[in-house]
């Protein structure tokens, strides 16, 4: 099972980007998903889950980023929008092999991708 995930880059304050994750090797229909992010110097926090039924954010992202996921293509993505100099960060998506965890915790993640990198600046 292999996470490939793409669309980081450099983006001015307030801008927007998409990053998109898909899944080989195996499908994650209903299989929570998630984002996770990394800045220098701090732990990899949580971002956004997507479970099978809901959506979940960080205080920090809420109303700014949305995460969805596309059943067919077996991917999940992350909108952001009005981006801060705070959302810099290396960003990886992850995945479970079971249905019910602790979807804010990353050591409930099995799979995860390689990290694409977000800065924000001007």
């Known amino acids: 099972v292999q996470l490939q995930a793409s669309g980081g880059g450099l983006v001015q304050p307030g801008g927007s980007l998409r990053l998109s994750c898909v899944a080989t090797?195996?499908?994650?229909?209903?299989?929570?998903l998630a984002w996770f992010r990394e800045a220098p110097g701090k732990e990899r926090e949580f971002v956004a889950a997507?479970?099978?039924?809901?959506?979940y954010y960080s205080v920090s992202v809420q109303g700014r980023f949305t995460i969805f996921r596309d059943t067919a293509k077996n991917t999940v993505s992350l909108q952001m929008n009005s981006l801060q100099a705070e959302d810099t960060a290396v960003y990886y998506c992850?995945?479970?092999?079971?249905?019910?965890?602790?979807?804010?915790?990353?050591?409930?993640?099995?799979?995860w991708g390689q990290g694409t990198q977000v800065t924000v600046s001007s």
């Open positions: 992850a995945a479970s092999n079971r249905l019910l965890i602790n979807f804010r915790a990353g050591p409930e993640y099995e799979y």
């Open positions: 997507v479970t099978w039924t809901s959506t």
């Open positions: 090797g195996r499908t994650f229909s209903s299989n929570p």
